[in-house]
DNA sequence: TAAAACTTTGCAACCGGGTTGCATGTATTT
DNA sequence: AAATACATGCAACCCGGTTGCAAAGTTTTA
């Protein structure tokens, strides 16, 4: 419903206007990660410049976590309330080779490897590629 | 020298042309991972078509492999000699937020976690993102 | 060795996602 | 109610990626 929506805009600094509330029902209604692309076909009659300074309002505000795809696209994942997109904190994903959708795989823990002495951490994608459950029956 | 480098792309069924070598060239001589539009702009004389084939060329003999960043550009690394870029074979990478530089860490094993019944892994992307030793002193 | 077939390269044009400037509309403050 | 700030929509632009096509180079075949 939409008071959920907005507790969750608000709890990120956000202010709940209509377009945003849109954006986040989207991507959290899909329960896959999504492009600015993929958002604006779902959303028929929103502007994409719209859809994209609301995806950087969320980024910027720690709502959402960016996922980079190998062709060059981004997709966007709206973090659990676990995630703080902290320094150090691991984001695990699995995007389907078949039907292209990016899963968040939040409750796997994966370990940041210790790397060679001079190297300073600040954050770390994991992306798996493969077949997915709902394309692999 | 030439010779390793026609060595090379001859060992993965890659015909030694003038632009293959060049850009194989680059790409070992700059000892990080670059977009199409960095070699281009080392490579001033070269057009962007021919290093944009080259690169697919490459990477369909897995001669490089492809390293997604969250800007949506996609760079290239030379595979190591014991890299197969096979399924399961998992490529660790290091960007650097200051110089914008992707090394490859290929010595630092990880280990791909298990994951919920159903999905069929395929291969994965390690991306760690931080500050890289020379830019950290 | 010359012609035919194929591959590589360069040029130009295009495409599409991402991004920005600006004007309008909507909310918030005074 | 006026002034200010913020959000939205539109249009235009930018730029990396991609493709079609013709010229140059290479390999095959007769």
Known sequence: MTNHLEQKLLSKNIKPTPV???????????????????????????DRSSIYRTLRTFEE????????????????????????????????HFLCLQCNKTYCL????????DLPPGYEVRSADFLIKGICPSCNK
């Open 61 to 92: 505000n720690y709502l959402v976590h960016a996922i980079p795809d190998r062709n060059g696209t981004v997709r966007y994942a709206v973090c659990d309330d676990a995630c703080t997109c902290e320094p150090r904190h691991l984001h695990l």
């Open 20 to 46: 945003r509330k849109l954006v986040l029902k989207k991507l959290l209604d899909e329960r896959v990660a999504m492009s600015l692309v993929e958002i604006e076909r779902k959303l028929e009659r929103m």
């Open 106 to 113: 939040t409750d796997n823990p994966v370990q940041i490897p």
